[in-house]
């Protein structure tokens, strides 16, 4: 069974430039969610996909937006990078939307300069 | 007040000795109860679901009180390998949607001396 993969693991961006983080769910996993996880803080939740529409959003700015694909892969994009998005890109899978116990990827590290 | 909150700690305890994460949760609609495990500059893993009867798996005891929003973690005869940041996590409804999220605490950081 393979599990939740995230590309890439590391990434540095310019203040201002856009970004692309993709994520493969777990086989059989059709929910999807992104955490924003900053030094010494909890993973905080950024939205949510389940087959393919968005069904929940935290308390991020529209500059952050997703997608999901019909074989539930995702992407989070993040426009008009900021300082404060340097942080652990955290996307998570489960087979059901209510049913938690999620997968997480490994994360994907940006820092922006 | 945070959804979830947790002992802000850090714990630093010698092995063998039992350790205690405590946990509360603002939203009563909550669904479900977990607890993850993270290693430094790691993903979080799944260290156990919690349950309103309580549920143990070997060294670890998770509870859960919905009447007052508790949820907790024993640890007992802690190793080395125990040493880690506990996140409290609960799936509430919530997030601009009808449906559930993950809503984490802010971690517990146990370090284990030998």
């Known amino acids: 069974e393979t599990g939740v993969t995230q590309s890439p693991t590391h990434l540095i961006k310019t203040r201002g430039q856009q970004v692309t983080l993709r994520c493969s769910s777990q086989?059989?996993?059709?929910?999807v969610s992104w955490y924003q996880q900053a030094l010494g803080q909890g993973p905080q939740f950024i939205f949510q996909?389940?087959?393919?529409?968005?069904?929940g959003r935290g308390n991020f700015p529209p500059r952050f937006s997703g997608l999901q694909f019909p074989n539930y892969s995702s992407e989070l994009n993040v426009n008009a990078l900021e300082l404060d998005d340097s942080a652990l890109y955290l996307c998570?899978?489960?087979?059901?939307?209510?049913?938690?116990?999620?997968?997480f990827g490994s994360g994907t590290r940006l820092t922006v300069v | 007040r945070k959804e979830v909150e947790q002992d802000p700690g850090p714990f630093n305890v010698p092995e063998g000795a039992t350790v205690a994460f405590n946990c509360t949760y603002s939203?009563?609609?909550?669904?479900?109860f977990f607890w993850y495990r993270q290693d430094c500059r790691k993903e979080p893993k799944l260290l156990m679901s919690?349950?309103?009867s309580g549920n143990e798996d070997g060294r670890f005891t998770a509870q859960l009180n919905r009447a007052s929003q508790y949820i907790s973690l024993l640890i007992r005869d802690s190793k080395l390998s125990d040493s880690a940041t506990y996140l409290c996590?609960?799936?509430?409804?919530?997030?601009?949607?009808?449906?559930?999220?993950?809503?984490f605490g802010k971690g517990t950081l146990l370090t284990v001396n030998p």
């Open positions: 998570a899978s489960s087979p059901t939307v209510t049913a938690g116990g999620y997968t």
């Open positions: 919690v349950y309103s």
């Open positions: 996909y389940y087959r393919e529409e968005e069904n």
């Open positions: 996590v609960v799936n509430m409804k919530g997030g601009g949607g009808s449906n559930y999220k993950l809503t």
């Open positions: 086989s059989g996993h059709n929910t």
């Open positions: 939203n009563s609609a909550s669904q479900s």
